[in-house]
């Protein structure tokens, strides 16, 4: 039987030269199947280490399908998965889930994003991670002026993506729905 770590070890180059990173993999029963479950994003690996405030181009249910497509190749051309049946998904982390890592957070500059520290908490759009903070601009309410917030990087500090349906640009133009919000699967079936 299969770990993860083996077939991760199978997907990894794979991805890689689709632009992407497994994010999370795991192979667990599921009756007389396995499932595998494959969270995928945006390989930042090429971005300078100075470059604290790029916006990283969220994944779009295009870049889902296409890791499917690798995925599924791999693991039906290679023996890592042995003989015995299998479920597989491959979907993005979505909106909702706490990013915990600094590359996590840096693939999030540009969206809005709860933050939740030993001071209270602040909702606002992330415009800066730095190796050791992350900078937010809150916006103004009934209550407060719009304001500029630096946060230190810690265990303590929790940051959750918003979910946000419109955005008006610079320009005054409303982009499409961010298509990577979901946390259903782009594709499931038995393999």
Do not use: C, N, W
Request: proline letters at 6%; a negative charge.
């Amino acid at each position: 039987m299969s770990t993860a770590q083996d077939v991760r070890a199978k997907l990894e180059p794979v991805l890689v030269e689709l632009g992407l990173v497994v994010e999370d993999l795991s192979v667990t029963p599921a009756g007389k199947r396995r499932l595998v479950r494959v969270l995928v994003d945006t390989d930042i690996s090429g971005l300078d280490d100075a470059d604290t405030t790029t916006t990283v181009t969220p994944l779009s249910l295009d870049d889902v399908a296409e890791a499917t497509r690798a995925v599924s190749d791999v693991l039906d051309t290679t023996d890592v998965m042995g003989a015995a049946p299998y479920v597989l998904e491959v979907s993005s982390p979505g909106v909702g889930r706490r990013l915990s890592s600094h590359e996590q957070l840096r693939r999030q500059v540009g969206r809005l994003v709860e933050v939740t520290h030993p001071g209270g908490s602040d909702t606002g759009r992330l415009v800066e991670v730095r190796a050791d903070a992350l900078v937010l601009d809150v916006p103004a309410t009934k209550r407060e002026p719009a304001r500029t917030v630096t946060l230190v990087l810690g265990p303590e500090l929790h940051a959750v993506v918003q979910v946000e349906f419109r955005r008006t640009g610079a320009d005054g133009a409303t982009p499409d729905v961010d298509e990577a919000g979901s946390d259903e699967p782009a594709t499931e079936g038995d393999i």
